[in-house]
C-alpha cells in the first residue's frame, strides 16, 4: 500500500515520489492535498498533491526536507510505502476563465503551483508563471509549467539565472505591462505575504495556498487555524486558498514558529 | 436488611501522587469478593428503577445477580445483549445522571448500588477469561445475507451499528478519516481513564465477526456518496461525530500556546506525542489553564499534569454544581491537584515578544437566573477582572457536528446547528439509504447514547432492507 514507484531529486533538499494511491488519484483536483506518515512514530505531514495518474493509479508529490518529518520522507527510495496517505482533503482551486492570471511560485510552492497552471491554461486563461528561488539550482519545474504556461518568468536572489530579484518585482514587472486579472501565489509564508502586499497596491485580486501547521487535516483540532478577514479560519477544511488580501500573514507566520 | 447494610463498594484506584507521573488506568477494577459482595447489595428490585435510567435499557439486576451468583460470564453475556461496548460504558458512562441516579438505595438515603463497576467488572472479567484462555474468536453463525452496508466514522455509534449488523449477516466495511479505528475513545479519552487495549478488544471482536475496516478513507473526499453506491451498498450509517472545535472569539485567542482541548488530546493520544520514538511534538506547560468544565476539560487537564505541569487550572464560567463533567472525574481531578477556577470567563489573551501566551484575563462571574438549559446562567461580575500568568491554555468550550459529510452530500437535511436531522426511532435521515446517530445527530452526547443510536439504525435499517429482499 501507498508504495513509491518513483523517485527524483529536483535538488538536495527538494524530491518528487510518485506514489500509489489509486483512490485518491481518482478523486482528487487541483488544490488538493494529503496527510502522509512515514513508520508507526510518524507525524501527520500535509502535502500537496502536484500531480495524479487515474490510469495508473498513483499521485505525485514534492517534498522539500526541513526537518524531522519531511527528511524521512525525503529518504524513502522507490520500493518502500508510506504508512498512511489519506485525503483529498481541503477544497479544490476554483478555476474559471477570467483572462490573464499570474501564477507566482516560491520554491518547493511551484509543485503546488503546477496543477493550477495546468488547470487555468485548459480553461482558457492567459498563463504567466514566474518561479522564483534563492538560486538556480532551487527552481524546479520549470519544464512542466513552461508546458502550460504562455510565459515563464524566473527570478532569483543572487541572478544565477533568470532576472535578479525578488518575486514581488516579477509580478510587478508584468502587472506594468499588461492587465493582470488573477494572481496565484504558492510558496513560503513570507513570500506570499510580500506578493499580497504587492498585488494589493494594484488592487489585484490574489490566491494563496496556506501551508499552516496541521495535525488531522479533517476539522477536529484547529491547529491550522488562521485569521481571515478578521474571523478564525481552518485551512485544512475552509482551504487552503484564500484571498490573500484578507489573511492576516503576520499571525500566520507566527503561529508557524510554534514548535520552534 | 442485611443487604442494604452493606456499605457501597469503593474503586481500588492509584494514589494521586503517583498516578500523575503516570498514564496507568486510575481505576483498577474490582476484584471478584468485592463485586459478588456489591452485586449482593442489589435487591432485585420487582419494578427495577435503575433499567429506566439507562439510555439503552440494560437488564440491570438481572447482570447483576449473575455476579452474586459467581456467573460472571452470564452477566457479561446479558450486558451484550443490549450493550456493545460494556467495558467501555462501565468506565465512563456518567452513571450518576443515568442508571445510578434511580437505583432504589438513593430513596433510603444510601449510596446506589455501583452499577457501573460491576458492568465494567463483568466486561474485563470476559475479556481477560478470553485472552488467558487463548479463546479463539469466532464469527457468529449467522448466515450471510449477501447486503453490503458502509458505516462512516469508527466512533462508539459506528462500532455498536457494525456490530449488530455483521451479526445480522450483513456484510460490514466501517470506514474511518484517521489512522486507528475508535474514534473518541482512542483521539479523546485518555489512557489514564480508557485504556486503549480495552478498546482495542472490541475492535478485535467485531474484526473476528467479520467487521472489515478502512482507514485513512474520508466518506465524501476519498470516497463519495454515488461511488458508494456503485461499489454496491445497501445501506449508509453516518457516525461521523462532533469533530470540529469551538473557539470563543476573544483577542489574542490565536496566539501560540492557545489549543484547542481535541488538538492538545490528539497529539497526546492518538500521536502518542511526547513519548520515545513518536515524531509528534506537544507544547508543555508549567501553568496550564483549560478553559471548560467538560469531560473534555477534565481529561485535558489532567492530561497537563502527567505532562508535567507545575500548575494545572480548570477556568469555569459556572459553579461546580454545574459542572457537565462526570462527577469521578472531578473527584479524581482534585485529588490530583488541579486548581478549580469556578465563576470564571477568560475575556483576553496576553503574548510575549514572539506570540507565546503569557498570561489571561479573566472576568469573574454570579450566577444568576436559569437559562434555557436550566442551569443558572453565569453573569460578569463588573469591574472584577484579574490577570493570571499562564504558558499553555487548552480551549475546551464544546464542539461542533463534523462539516464533512453535510458539505459532501448537499441533498442531506441538517439542522442549523449543522447536526443531521433524522427520524428518532428509525434513525433514517431525509435520504432513504443514509441512516446517521451520535455525536453527527445529537450535536455533542455520550458514548452511551451514540452505541443506543447504532442500535437503533441497526434493528430499523435491517426491518427496511428485508423488505427489498
Ligand atoms: C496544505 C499544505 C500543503 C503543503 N504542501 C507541501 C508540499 O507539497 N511540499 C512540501 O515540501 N511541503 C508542503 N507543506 C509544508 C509541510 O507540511 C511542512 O514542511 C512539514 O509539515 C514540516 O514538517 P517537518 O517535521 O519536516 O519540519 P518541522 O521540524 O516541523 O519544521 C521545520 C521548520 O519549518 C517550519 N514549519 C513547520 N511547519 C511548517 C509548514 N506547514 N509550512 C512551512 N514551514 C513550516 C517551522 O517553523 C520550522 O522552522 C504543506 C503544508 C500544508 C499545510
Ligand atoms: C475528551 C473527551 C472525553 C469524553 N468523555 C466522555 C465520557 O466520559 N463519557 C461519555 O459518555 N462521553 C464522553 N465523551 C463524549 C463521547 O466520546 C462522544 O459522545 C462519542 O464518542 C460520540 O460517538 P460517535 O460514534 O458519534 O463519534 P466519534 O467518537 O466522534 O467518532 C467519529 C469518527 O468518525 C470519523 N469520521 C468523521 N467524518 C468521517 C468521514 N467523512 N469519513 C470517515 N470517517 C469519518 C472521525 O475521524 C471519528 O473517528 C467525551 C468526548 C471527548 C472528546
Ligand atoms: S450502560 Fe451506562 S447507564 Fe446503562 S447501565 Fe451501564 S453504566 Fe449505567
Ligand atoms: S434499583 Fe438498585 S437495587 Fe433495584 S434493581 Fe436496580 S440496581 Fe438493584
Ligand atoms: S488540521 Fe486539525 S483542524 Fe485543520
Ligand atoms: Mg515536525
Redesign the pocket.
Known amino acids: 500500500m501507498y508504495k513509491i514507484v518513483e523517485k527524483e531529486h529536483f535538488s538536495e533538499n527538494v524530491v518528487k515520489l510518485i506514489v500509489e494511491a489509486p483512490m485518491i488519484a481518482q478523486s482528487r483536483r487541483p488544490g488538493h492535498f494529503v496527510i502522509v506518515r512515514t513508520g508507526e512514530g510518524g507525524e501527520r505531514i500535509p502535502l500537496t498533491i502536484s500531480a495524479a495518474d487515474t490510469v495508473k493509479g498513483t499521485i505525485t508529490l514534492v517534498v522539500q526536507a526541513i526537518g524531522e518529518s519531511t527528511r524521512k520522507i525525503c529518504a524513502l527510495e522507490i520500493g518502500d510505502c508510506f504508512t498512511d496517505i489519506v485525503g483529498p482533503l481541503g477544497q479544490a482551486t476554483h478555476i474559471e476563465n477570467v483572462g490573464t492570471v499570474v501564477c507566482c511560485g516560491g520554491g518547493v510552492g511551484v509543485a503546488p503551483l503546477l496543477p493550477i497552471i495546468k488547470a487555468m491554461k485548459e480553461a482558457g486563461n492567459r498563463v504567466v508563471s514566474i518561479l522564483a528561488a534563492r538560486t538556480s539550482d532551487l527552481i524546479i519545474l520549470e519544464k512542466e509549467v513552461s508546458e502550460y504556461s504562455d510565459e515563464v518568468i524566473i527570478m532569483t536572489d543572487d541572478g544565477s539565472k533568470g532576472q535578479k530579484g525578488l518575486v514581488t518585482a516579477g509580478v510587478e514587472s508584468v502587472i506594468n505591462r499588461e492587465k493582470v486579472d488573477l494572481v496565484v501565489a504558492i510558496g513560503p509564508a513570507v513570500m506570499m505575504k510580500f506578493v499580497s502586499l504587492t498585488t494589493k497596491k494594484y488592487d489585484i485580486p490574489t490566491m494563496v495556498s496556506l501551508n499552516t501547521i496541521m495535525v488531522d487535516g479533517?476539522g477536529?483540532c484547529g491547529a491550522c487555524r488562521v485569521t481571515v478577514d478578521g474571523k478564525t479560519k481552518f485551512v485544512c477544511i475552509d482551504g487552503p486558498e484564500f484571498d490573500a488580501h484578507k489573511v492576516d500573514f503576520d499571525e500566520m507566520i507566527m503561529r508557524l514558529r510554534a514548535y520552534n | 436488611k442485611e443487604r442494604t447494610s452493606i456499605p457501597r463498594v469503593v474503586m481500588p484506584q492509584l494514589p494521586a501522587d503517583f498516578r500523575v507521573k503516570s498514564n496507568h488506568e486510575v481505576n483498577q477494577g474490582l476484584s471478584q469478593g468485592q463485586a459478588v459482595l456489591e452485586a449482593s447489595r442489589c435487591l432485585d428490585c420487582p419494578d427495577p428503577q435503575c433499567i429506566q435510567g439507562c439510555p439503552v435499557s440494560i437488564n440491570i439486576p438481572s447482570f447483576i445477580k449473575n455476579i452474586e451468583r459467581g456467573e460472571i460470564l452470564t452477566a457479561a453475556k446479558i450486558l451484550k445483549h443490549t450493550s456493545a461496548l460494556p467495558a467501555v460504558c462501565g468506565r465512563?458512562?456518567?452513571q450518576e445522571k443515568q442508571c445510578e441516579s434511580r437505583c432504589i438505595y438513593n430513596k433510603m438515603k444510601k449510596q446506589p448500588v455501583a452499577i457501573g463497576y460491576l458492568e465494567r467488572f463483568a466486561a474485563d472479567f470476559e475479556r481477560e477469561n478470553i485472552k488467558a484462555n487463548n479463546i479463539e474468536l469466532r464469527p457468529s453463525a449467522t448466515e450471510k445475507n449477501g447486503m453490503d452496508i458502509a458505516v462512516?466514522?469508527?466512533?462508539?455509534?459506528?462500532?455498536s451499528f457494525a456490530g449488530d449488523m455483521i451479526k445480522k449477516g450483513y456484510n460490514v466495511t466501517v470506514?474511518?478519516?484517521?489512522h486507528e479505528i475508535?474514534?473518541?475513545?482512542k483521539?479523546?479519552?485518555p489512557e489514564f481513564?480508557l485504556p486503549n487495549i480495552v478498546v482495542e478488544a472490541e475492535i478485535d471482536g467485531l474484526r473476528a465477526e467479520g467487521v472489515n475496516f478502512v482507514k485513512d478513507?474520508?466518506?465524501?473526499?476519498t470516497i463519495s456518496y454515488e461511488q458508494l453506491h456503485e461499489l454496491g451498498y445497501d445501506g449508509i450509517f453516518v457516525?461521523?461525530?462532533?469533530?470540529l472545535p469551538r473557539f470563543m472569539g476573544i483577542p489574542g485567542e490565536n496566539y501560540i500556546g492557545i489549543m484547542s482541548?481535541?488538538e492538545y488530546?490528539t497529539r497526546i493520544n492518538l500521536m502518542g506525542a511526547g513519548r520515545p520514538g513518536e515524531d509528534t511534538p506537544v507544547l508543555k506547560g508549567n501553568r496550564v489553564a483549560v478553559i471548560g468544565g467538560g469531560?473534555?476539560a477534565m481529561?485535558?487537564v489532567r492530561t497537563a499534569l502527567r505532562q508535567g505541569s507545575q500548575k494545572a487550572m480548570i477556568v469555569y464560567r459556572r459553579s461546580l454544581e454545574e459542572m457537565p463533567a462526570?462527577v469521578e472525574?472531578v473527584h479524581h481531578a482534585q485529588e490530583e491537584g488541579v486548581e478549580f477556577m469556578t465563576l470564571c470567563n477568560p475575556i483576553e489573551y496576553i503574548a510575549d515578544e514572539k506570540g507565546r501566551v503569557k498570561a489571561m484575563r479573566v472576568q469573574r462571574m454570579e450566577l444568576g437566573e436559569p437559562d434555557a438549559s436550566g442551569r443558572r446562567s453565569p453573569v460578569p461580575v463588573e469591574g472584577a477582572v484579574e490577570e493570571i500568568e499562564v504558558d499553555l491554555v487548552i480551549v475546551s468550550v464544546g464542539?461542533s457536528p463534523?462539516p464533512?459529510?453535510p458539505n459532501?452530500i448537499p441533498q442531506l437535511e441538517v439542522s442549523r446547528r449543522g447536526t443531521i436531522v433524522v427520524n428518532e426511532d428509525s434513525m433514517q435521515s431525509s435520504i432513504y439509504d443514509i441512516y446517521a446517530?451520535?455525536?453527527?445527530v445529537r450535536g455533542?452526547?455520550?458514548?452511551?447514547?451514540?452505541m443506543g443510536d447504532?442500535r437503533r439504525a441497526a434493528a430499523a435499517m435491517d426491518a427496511e432492507l428485508r423488505k427489498q429482499r
Open positions: 479533517t477536529m | 465512563v458512562c456518567p462512516v466514522g469508527s466512533g462508539p455509534a459506528g462500532l470506514y474511518e478519516a484517521l475508535g474514534g473518541v475513545l483521539y479523546g479519552i481513564r478513507c474520508i466518506i465524501g473526499k457516525a461521523s461525530g462532533a469533530g482541548a481535541n488530546l469531560n473534555t481529561d485535558s462526570r472525574e464542539v463534523n464533512l459529510i459532501a446517530g451520535g455525536d453527527i455533542g452526547a455520550t458514548v452511551i447514547l451514540a447504532g
